[in-house]
Antibody
Framework: EVQLVESGGGLVKPGGSLRLSCAAS????????MNWVRQAPGKGLEWVSS????????YYVDSVKGRFTISRDNAKNSLFLQMNSLRAEDTAVYYC????????????WGQGTTVTVSS | DIQVTQSPSSLSASVGDRVTITCRAS??????LNWYLQKPGKAPKLLIY???SLQSGVPSRFSGSGSGTDFTLTISSLQPEDFATYYC?????????FGPGTKVDIK
């Protein structure tokens, strides 16, 4: 079964750090670009970051540039998001999502992990 | 950045109704437009990619059309499990922006 499972969310104070992980199974992880997408409480979806299959290309939404770092370990079928200098507005459910081969539709999603930034 | 808008923001419909949701991009994105369905507390699910291609396993009552800046998602006969929020998303260039969503609820 094709599956993505996120972990690492939690409650953190403003200015703190968290590292999210996403474990992939059921497909050849190293063949696919991967994404992080977040959803603040009661709000819509926001793309956060992408990383290409080979680690060569990395992109971020402006609001997290310089604070978040996406990475992957193809040998361990894992995707990561290191989040530093967290702000209240980073509070959200964070999803990892696989980019499909055609036109980059995100065709496999994890169940999400919740990040709450509050003092 | 490419802005993506959706209309309507919400709609009420009955089982069996034909439903149409539109999505507009602020510049031409070719066919780099995807549609997702999301139910409360659940992850989004890809319905349509590349503007009109049906994702594997998605019922044929869902269809997509359009290119350039204007796109449409159509549900030919609304079923009880279709009551949800629908999002479009452009994958033409980063940031891969989503539309604000269209909530479909029961009339």
């Amino acid at each position: 079964e094709v599956q993505l499972v996120e972990s690492g969310g939690g409650l953190v104070k403003p200015g703190g750090s968290l590292r999210l992980s996403c474990a992939a199974s059921g497909f050849t992880f190293s063949n696919y670009d991967m994404n992080w997408v977040r959803q603040a409480p009661g709000k819509g979806l926001e793309w956060v970051s992408s990383i290409s299959s080979s680690n060569r290309y990395i992109y971020y939404v402006d609001s997290v540039k310089g604070r978040f770092t996406i990475s992957r370990d193809n040998a361990k079928n894992s995707l990561f998001l290191q989040m530093n200098s967290l702000r209240a507005e980073d509070t959200a459910v964070y999803y990892c999502a696989r980019a499909g081969a055609v036109n980059y539709g995100m065709d496999v999603w994890g169940q999400g992990t919740t990040v709450t930034v509050s003092s | 950045d490419i802005q993506v808008t959706q209309s309507p923001s919400s709609l009420s419909a009955s089982v069996g109704d034909r439903v149409t949701i539109t999505c507009r991009a602020s510049q031409s994105i070719g066919r780099y437009l995807n549609w997702y369905l999301q139910k409360p507390g659940k992850a989004p699910k890809l319905l349509i990619y590349a503007a009109s291609s049906l994702q594997s396993g998605v019922p044929s009552r869902f269809s997509g059309s359009g290119s350039g800046t204007d796109f449409t998602l159509t549900i030919s006969s609304l079923q009880p499990e279709d009551f949800a929020t629908y999002y479009c998303q452009q994958s033409y260039s980063t940031p891969f922006t989503f539309g604000p969503g269209t909530k479909v609820d029961i009339k």
